[in-house]
């Protein structure tokens, strides 16, 4: 990892957040594995190997020119309509957590079809 | 159940203490645990420093489908739902907690009541238990929202993709999300 001759700022800033995400994650899921589920959108299977990872092996992990997470929000209509100008601008936190938790309920196995 | 466990008390001590800290109603706290009126009364005196309001408890499924209170319950429940599905506790756990999962995101403003408060979030469930109301998915944006089910025949469009005309809230000035 080291010895990279003129390593990027970017590349730099990857590895930092890469790390920050899995100590956050790791620390979320020690304290509350269902709350850190709703929050992290992870299967319960890769939470739990995450939770057993040590640092050198987080640090391993982190170390890459690209992001280790990914935007939980793929579609480009959801982001427009997610950051329009609304009347209801003071509510648009709240549509993206409504539109999160639907993604999420819906990679649930158990999940049942909503009309 | 003749006779309760002194754990099962000191557990049900606990769950009404976290019910009332959360704002709930003495008609939840009689639901929810086995203790007896006159010591959750005192348990409430003792925590809010005054007595429980008295009454009935707001009895309207309506109340969940102006803009508003529809955003935050539609939030809350997807909360509630996922809790439920992943975790095998007693209701009034998941409940309590899916609560204040749902305060995080929408932390009631100093002063001020939350939009949802916690007695109305338990009577939603039993609304929705005795499906009086329930969940459909907005036709444009995707997201899950509470509805009546009289509406649900035709395409439902949630409050956020299409605010209603008279619909108005923005960001206080002095940004605090």
Known sequence: MQNIPEQDDNVQTINDLNLSYLLLAQSLIKEDKEAARFRLGLTETLMESLKNLSVPQLVKLASTNQLICQLRINSEAVIDFLTKDSRIDALQHVHTGIILSTDLLHTLPTAEAVK | ?177
């Open chain 2, 1 to 177: 159940m003749s006779e309760h466990s002194i754990l099962d008390e000191v557990n049900d001590i606990h769950i009404a203490m976290d019910l009332i800290s959360a704002g709930a109603r003495m008609q939840v706290l009689e639901s929810e645990t086995t203790l007896s009126r006159r010591k959750l009364l005192r348990l409430y005196k003792e925590i809010n420093g005054c007595s429980p309001a008295k009454g009935m408890l707001p009895f309207s499924p309506d109340w969940f489908m102006s803009w508003e209170q529809n955003i935050h319950s539609s939030l809350f429940y997807n909360i509630y739902l996922y809790l439920q599905r992943m975790e095998k506790q007693r209701p009034i756990i998941t409940l309590l907690k899916a609560y204040r999962l749902y305060s995080e995101q929408c932390p009631c403003e100093p002063g001020k009541k939350p939009v949802l408060e916690f007695t109305r979030a338990w009577t939603l469930l039993r609304f929705i238990d005795c499906r009086m109301l329930e969940q459909v998915a907005c036709s444009v944006c995707g997201g899950n929202f509470i509805s009546t089910s009289r509406y649900t025949n035709a395409l439902f469009t949630c409050s956020l993709c299409h605010p209603p005309s008279r619909a108005s809230k923005k960001a206080p000035s002095e940004a605090r999300c």
